[in-house]
C-alpha cells in the first residue's frame, strides 16, 4: 500500500519563495480564506439610466417583465430624497456584490492567472488532477453518491425513523438523548453528515419546540451536529474529504474503514456521558422527563402530506413559521413531527440502491489495487442515475394526484395573504380616518391634506414569505369622488426575517373611487365599490391581479375584500422558466426536491481550492510547510506527530477555507514531506507516517464543530437551517459551546489512534 513516489512530481526547491509572484500567491491564498470565513458584500454604485437602459433592453427580448416606474408611488414621492443612492428615483444604484466561499476563491484564481502567478500547470492539476489526486473523480463521486443519499432523506425515511426513536424513549428525557444519539450516529456513519443535518436539524427544532419544558434546544441541535461529523470520519464515502485523503495516498476504502474505525467509535462512546452529565447537564436542557403537546385525535387522523410537493400544506407552513402565531405553530410543528410522511418504496429502493453502491465500491475499490486505476464515480454515477430514473418514473405515475394537491395549496396560500393585505388595508384606512377626526372633530366629512404613513416595515408584523408595508393617502377629490390611493410595496425578506436591501419585487397601487352621488341614505345598508387592477406578488411563481371591494359599514367603518385571480400577460424568459420548474415541482416533486438540496456550490468552492493549493505547490510554499513539519516530528516522533496534524487540521478547518481545503493543504504537504525523506534517503516509519495519516483525517472530519460555521459546507446548511426554523445561533456562542465539545473529542480520537498504531504499526521504514 506504499505511496508510489515516483508518480509524485512535487519540486522541493523553495528558493522560489523570493519572488514576487510566489508572495502575492501567498498573500491572496491567506485573504482569500479570511473572506471565506467572515464573507460580506461589496456595494457597487452604477448610473441608474444604465442599469434602466439594461432592463428595458432585457425587456424587450422578453427576458423580464417591463419594469415599472418607480414615481407613481406615493411612497417613493413622500421618501425619496434626489441623489439618494437607496432610493427610487436616486442617481444611481446600489448594487451588493458578495464575497463568500464560491466568489472569493474564484476571484483569487483569476487574479492569479492575471499576473501569471498561475498558468496551465496549476488549472490543469486542481481540476483534472495530480499528484493522485483527481478533483474531477472527487466531485462527481461526492455529488452522484449525494443524490441517492438526499432522496432517501426526500421519501421521509429519516424523519420517520427519528419518529420511532421518539416512540421508544417516551417521555424519558436522559434515554431520547441516548437513542437520538445512537440514531444519528448510525445513520451517519453509512449515508454521510448531510442527509442527517437536512432532515435531523428540522425534527429536532420541531421537537424542540413543541415541549414545553426544554427551553433551549442546544443540547439537541449541538450534539446531532457534532455526532454527525464524527460519524462520517468512519466510510470514505461519507465525506468528500475522506475522498481527498484516500486518494491521495492511495489508501484502499476497506483499509481506511478498518483503520478509522475504533478511534471513531471509542470517541463517540465517551463524548455521550461528558455531553449528557457534564457539558449540557441542565434540566432546561434535557430534563429527566420531556413534557410533549399532545397531538389531537383528528390531526392524527389526517393523511401525511408529501413535504416535496410546494404548498402541499397550503396556508399552514406560512402559519408554522411565523412565530407570533404562538400555539398554532407549536400545534402545527407537533403534526410535522408526531404524523410524518414517508413514501415507502421510495425509501426502500434508496436503501437498497445505497447498501448496494457502497458494497459495490468497496469491492471495486479493492480490485483495483491490482487491476490498475478505476475511477469510484463509474459506480456511484449509474446508481444515482437508477435512482433519479426511479424519482421521475414515480413522481409521472402520481402526477395527477401532486398536481392536485400543489394547485389546492397554492389557492390557499393566494387567498390567506390576500386576505391579510386586506386586514392591513382596513386597519390603516380605520387608523388614518381616526386621526382625521381627532385632528378635525368639527367636520364629519373632513380629510387630511398630507399622505400618513401609517406602516412601518420595522414595526410590521413579522411574516414567513412577504413583509407589507403601506401608506393610505385619503385626500378629497375633484369633482364629485374622494380618492383614497393605497401603495402596498411587497417584499420579499431573507431567512432571518430581516428584509433585504433591494428594492420591493412587487407594488400593488390601486385607485378606490367613493361616488358621492351613490351613497345610500339608508345607513343600514353599507356602501359598497369595486377596484379592480391591483397586482400583488404572491411568492408562488407568478403575478397575480387582486380585486379589491371596500365596503363601509353602518358605522362608517371601512372593510375591505381582497379577490386573487391569476395575471394574463405575455410570457417572458423569466416567467417561463419558472413557470417550468413549478411544474417540474408538481410532477417530480422528489427529483426535483433532491437536485435544489445538492450541494452544487461546492464545485467551484472545490475546485477553486484546488487550484490555490497547487499554487502553493509550484511556488514553493508548500514545501516550506512540509520542511517545518519534518522538523517537529524528528523533535517530538509518533506521539508528536499525532497531537501536533491533530491540532493543525482542527485549526485549519476554520482558516483554511473549510475542510475540504484544509485536507487538500495538508495532503500536499505530506506529500512534500514524502518527497523529502526520499530524496535525502531517510524513510519515515511506518508508525509514524500513518499516524500523521489518520490523525489528519480526525481533525479534518471533527473540525466541523470546532470554532466557525465556515469550518466545513455542512456547518453553513446547519446554521441556514435552524435560521429558518427561528433559532439563530450567534458565531460567539457556536465558537464557546463547541470549544469544549471538540477538545474532548480530539483527546479521545487521538489517544485511541496513538494506541491503535502502537500496537498494530511497527518503526520498519514506510517507504522501503
Known amino acids: 500500500m506504499a505511496e508510489n513516489l515516483n508518480d509524485i512530481k512535487l519540486n522541493l526547491d523553495t528558493t522560489v519563495i523570493r519572488e514576487w509572484r510566489?508572495?502575492?500567491?501567498?498573500?491572496?491564498?491567506?485573504?482569500?480564506?479570511?473572506?471565506?470565513?467572515?464573507?460580506?458584500h461589496i456595494p457597487l454604485y452604477i448610473p441608474r439610466s444604465l442599469r434602466n437602459a439594461v432592463l428595458d433592453r432585457l425587456a424587450a427580448l422578453r427576458v423580464i417583465r417591463p419594469r415599472q416606474d418607480p414615481s407613481q408611488h406615493v411612497s417613493a414621492a413622500i421618501n425619496d430624497r434626489p441623489g439618494d443612492p437607496n432610493s427610487e428615483t436616486g442617481y444611481f444604484v446600489r448594487l451588493r456584490f458578495p464575497l463568500n466561499f464560491v466568489t472569493a476563491p474564484l476571484i483569487a484564481d483569476l487574479f492569479l492567472l492575471a499576473i501569471l502567478a498561475i498558468g496551465r500547470d496549476e488549472v490543469y492539476g486542481g481540476t483534472i488532477g495530480s499528484d493522485n489526486i483527481v478533483p474531477i473523480d472527487i466531485?462527481?463521486?461526492?455529488?452522484?453518491?449525494?443524490?441517492?443519499?438526499?432522496?432517501i432523506d426526500a421519501s421521509g425515511l429519516i424523519r420517520y425513523l427519528a419518529f420511532k426513536v421518539l416512540q421508544k424513549a417516551g417521555k424519558y428525557g436522559h434515554r431520547l438523548f441516548f437513542y437520538l444519539y445512537a440514531f444519528f450516529f448510525c445513520l451517519g456513519t453509512f449515508i454521510g453528515n448531510d442527509p442527517i443535518i437536512l432532515s435531523g436539524t428540522a425534527f429536532l427544532a420541531y421537537m424542540t419546540r413543541v415541549s414545553s419544558n426544554i427551553v433551549h434546544p442546544r443540547a439537541w441541535i449541538f450534539t446531532q451536529f457534532a455526532i454527525a461529523n464524527i460519524a462520517s470520519a468512519i466510510l470514505v464515502s461519507s465525506n468528500p474529504t475522506n475522498l481527498v485523503l484516500a486518494g491521495a495516498f492511495n489508501i484502499r476504502f476497506i483499509d481506511y474503514t478498518a483503520n478509522m474505525i475504533v478511534p471513531v467509535i471509542l470517541t463517540a462512546i465517551f463524548l455521550f456521558p461528558f455531553l449528557l452529565y457534564i457539558n449540557f447537564a441542565n434540566e432546561s436542557l434535557i430534563p429527566l422527563s420531556i413534557q410533549m403537546h399532545e397531538l389531537s385525535e383528528e390531526a392524527r387522523a389526517k393523511k401525511p402530506v408529501n413535504p416535496n410537493i410546494p404548498h402541499a400544506r397550503g396556508n399552514a407552513e406560512e402559519e408554522e413559521n411565523d412565530p407570533a402565531n404562538g400555539e398554532q405553530s407549536k400545534q402545527l410543528s407537533l403534526e410535522e413531527i408526531m404524523n410524518p410522511f414517508l413514501d415507502k418504496s421510495g425509501a426502500g429502493v434508496g436503501a437498497v440502491i445505497m447498501a448496494a453502491t457502497l458494497i459495490t465500491l468497496l469491492a471495486v475499490n479493492a480490485a483495483s489495487q491490482s487491476t490498475g486505476k478505476l475511477f469510484v464515480y463509474w459506480v456511484t454515477l449509474p446508481a444515482a442515475t437508477l435512482m433519479f430514473a426511479w424519482d421521475l418514473i414515480s413522481g409521472y405515475l402520481h402526477r395527477k394526484e401532486t398536481r392536485k394537491i400543489a394547485r389546492d395549496g397554492r389557492r390557499e396560500v393566494e387567498r390567506a395573504?390576500?386576505?391579510?393585505?386586506?386586514?392591513q388595508l382596513?386597519?390603516?384606512?380605520?387608523?388614518?380616518?381616526?386621526?382625521?377626526?381627532?385632528?378635525?372633530?368639527?367636520s364629519d366629512t373632513a380629510v387630511a391634506q398630507q399622505p400618513t404613513t401609517l406602516a412601518?416595515?420595522?414595526?410590521?408584523?413579522?411574516?414567513?414569505?412577504?413583509?407589507?408595508?403601506?401608506?393610505?393617502d385619503p385626500r378629497p377629490g375633484t369633482g364629485d369622488e374622494d380618492t383614497i390611493r393605497v401603495d402596498v410595496n411587497i417584499a420579499e425578506t431573507s431567512n432571518d426575517e430581516r428584509p433585504q436591501e433591494t428594492h420591493p419585487s412587487t407594488s400593488a397601487r390601486s385607485t378606490l373611487y367613493e361616488k358621492q352621488g351613490s351613497t345610500r341614505t339608508d345607513s343600514s345598508k353599507p356602501l359598497e365599490e369595486v377596484a379592480s387592477g391591483v397586482r400583488l406578488s404572491t411568492g408562488l411563481g407568478e403575478h397575480a391581479r387582486a380585486t379589491i371591494e371596500r365596503v363601509t359599514d353602518a358605522e362608517k367603518q371601512p372593510h375591505y375584500t381582497v379577490t386573487v385571480h391569476p395575471e394574463q400577460g405575455k410570457a417572458t424568459l423569466v416567467s417561463l422558466m419558472a413557470d417550468g420548474y413549478r411544474w417540474s415541482q408538481e410532477t417530480f416533486p422528489t427529483a426535483t426536491a433532491v437536485i435544489?438540496?445538492?450541494p452544487f456550490a461546492l464545485i467551484p468552492f472545490a475546485f477553486s481550492m484546488f487550484i490555490l493549493v497547487q499554487a502553493l505547490v509550484t511556488k514553493g510554499w508548500v514545501p516550506v510547510f512540509a520542511y517545518g513539519w519534518d522538523h517537529w516530528v524528528n523533535k517530538t516522533g509518533t506521539v508528536g506527530s499525532v497531537g501536533g496534524m491533530a491540532f493543525l487540521s482542527v485549526i485549519l478547518c476554520n482558516f483554511a477555507g473549510t475542510n475540504i481545503g484544509t485536507t487538500i493543504l495538508l495532503s500536499r504537504v505530506i506529500q512534500a514531506w514524502q518527497k523529502i525523506h526520499q530524496v535525502n534517503g531517510t524513510p519515515i516509519s511506518n508508525r509514524t507516517f500513518w499516524a500523521t495519516v489518520y490523525s489528519m483525517a480526525l481533525g479534518v472530519n471533527y473540525g466541523a464543530f470546532s470554532a466557525a460555521f465556515s469550518a466545513s459546507l455542512a456547518?453553513?446548511?446547519?446554521?441556514?437551517?435552524?435560521?429558518?426554523?427561528?433559532?439563530?445561533?450567534?458565531?460567539?456562542?457556536f465558537f464557546r459551546v463547541n470549544l469544549p465539545i471538540i477538545t474532548i473529542a480530539m483527546v479521545l480520537g487521538c489517544a485511541a489512534l496513538i494506541g491503535e498504531v502502537y500496537i498494530y504499526r511497527h518503526e520498519d521504514p514506510y517507504d522501503a
Open 139 to 151: 466531485m462527481a463521486f461526492f455529488l452522484t453518491l449525494a443524490y441517492i443519499a438526499i432522496s
Open 417 to 423: 395573504r390576500a386576505e391579510r393585505l386586506a386586514r
Open 456 to 472: 412601518d416595515p420595522s414595526d410590521a408584523p413579522s411574516q414567513n414569505k412577504d413583509s407589507i408595508t403601506a401608506s393610505v
Open 22 to 40: 510566489s508572495i502575492v500567491t501567498l498573500i491572496v491564498f491567506v485573504l482569500t480564506n479570511i473572506v471565506v470565513l467572515f464573507p460580506f
Open 426 to 442: 382596513e386597519e390603516m384606512e380605520r387608523a388614518a380616518l381616526s386621526a382625521n377626526q381627532q385632528s378635525e372633530p368639527q
Open 596 to 598: 435544489s438540496h445538492l
Open 715 to 733: 456547518g453553513l446548511l446547519w446554521r441556514d437551517i435552524l435560521r429558518r426554523k427561528h433559532i439563530h445561533i450567534r458565531r460567539l456562542d
